[in-house]
C-alpha cells in the first residue's frame, strides 16, 4: 500500500462521499493505529456533519478494538444541535466491526465571565531534550510522522520510574489545513507514563477511553511545537489512569487531557 501523510489521509475523508480512507502500517503501533491517527478520523466525519463551522470545545474517545492498517469507513451523527454548541458521534469501522466510538462537543465562541489569564508558563529549551531516536528501546513505526524530544521523566523502558513525564513534539509534514486534527494527534503521542518501569520492551500497554479538553480553540494556535507535560494518578491491577496539561510553543494552555489504559507486564 502506498504511504500518504496526514494530510493526505484527512483529506481522502473528507472529500469522500462513503466517509472512508486508507492508511498504511506505518502509522501503526502493534496491531492498530496510532490512537490519535484513529481520533482524528472520528473528528473529521463529526466536522463533516456540522452546518455550520465551530470549533471543538472537547473530545471523548472509547478503544473498542484494533484500527487494521488498510480502508477504514467513519459513520458520525449530529445527535443534537442547540443555538451554541453542536454535540457529535462518530463510529470509526474497521475489519467490519466498530473499532472506536467518539463524542464531541463543537461550540460557538459567545461573550462570558473570564477570569484573569495565568502567565504563560516558562517552558524548557527543546536544545536541551534528549531526541526521540536518540533514547528509544523501541519506536512505534507512527514516531517517524513527528518531531520530538522528551525534556523529563517517563521514558519508556528505562528502569526508572518516575510518574511524570515532559517532551516537546511537532508534525514534520504541513497538516495546517486540520488544525483540529492536527492537536489531536499530538495529544495522544505520549505513551503510558508507567513503561518507565520496565527495563526491556516489549510490554503491552494500550488505551481504552480517552477525554481531551479544548482550553483554547485549535483553529487560533499559530505555532508547530507543542510542550506535553504528563503524570500518572494512580496505578493498579493492570490498569493505569494519566493526566496532562499541552502547551503552545509560548507557553499558553492550550488543552488537559485524562487517559485510562491497560498493561501487561
Known amino acids: 500500500m502506498q504511504d500518504t501523510n496526514l494530510e493526505d489521509i484527512l483529506t481522502n475523508l473528507e472529500n469522500s462521499d462513503s466517509n472512508s480512507t486508507r492508511f498504511s502500517e506505518n502509522w501503526s503501533q502493534g496491531r492498530s493505529a496510532f490512537g490519535g491517527l484513529s481520533a ?36 458520525a ?43 504563560n508558563k516558562e517552558l524548557p529549551s527543546r536544545d536541551s531534550g534528549i531526541s526521540f531516536s536518540d533514547n528509544a528501546k523501541r519506536l512505534p513505526h507512527f514516531l517517524q510522522y513527528f518531531d520530538g524530544c522528551w525534556t523529563g521523566g517517563g521514558i519508556p523502558f528505562s528502569g526508572n520510574y518516575k510518574p511524570s513525564l515532559s517532551m516537546w513534539v ?44 479544548f482550553v483554547e480553540a485549535p483553529e487560533e494556535i499559530a505555532g508547530e511545537w507543542f510542550y506535553l507535560e504528563f503524570e ?18 509560548l507557553g499558553r494552555l492550550v488543552a488537559l487531557t485524562r487517559q485510562c489504559m491497560v498493561y501487561f507486564g
Open 40 to 75: 482524528a478520523f472520528a473528528v473529521t466525519a463529526m466536522r463533516k456533519r456540522l452546518t455550520q463551522p465551530q470549533t471543538i470545545r472537547s473530545l471523548m474517545v472509547s478503544f473498542i478494538a484494533p484500527v487494521a492498517p488498510g480502508e477504514v469507513k467513519v459513520e
Open 170 to 213: 511537532r508534525h514534520k509534514q504541513d497538516v495546517s489545513r486540520f488544525p483540529i486534527e492536527k492537536l489531536v494527534a499530538i495529544a495522544d503521542i505520549p505513551p503510558p507514563v508507567l513503561l518507565s518501569h520496565f527495563e526491556k520492551p516489549p510490554v503491552p500497554a494500550s488505551s481504552l477511553t480517552w477525554s481531551l479538553e
Open 232 to 249: 500518572v494518578d494512580a496505578a493498579a491491577d493492570g490498569y493505569t489512569q494519566q493526566s496532562g496539561k499541552i502547551y503552545d510553543e
Open 77 to 119: 451523527n449530529i445527535l443534537r444541535q442547540g443555538k451554541n454548541v453542536t454535540q457529535c458521534s462518530a463510529n470509526v469501522i474497521s475489519g467490519g466491526q466498530i473499532a472506536l466510538q467518539a463524542m464531541a462537543a463543537f461550540g460557538n465562541s459567545r461573550k462570558a465571565f473570564k477570569p484573569a489569564a495565568a502567565a
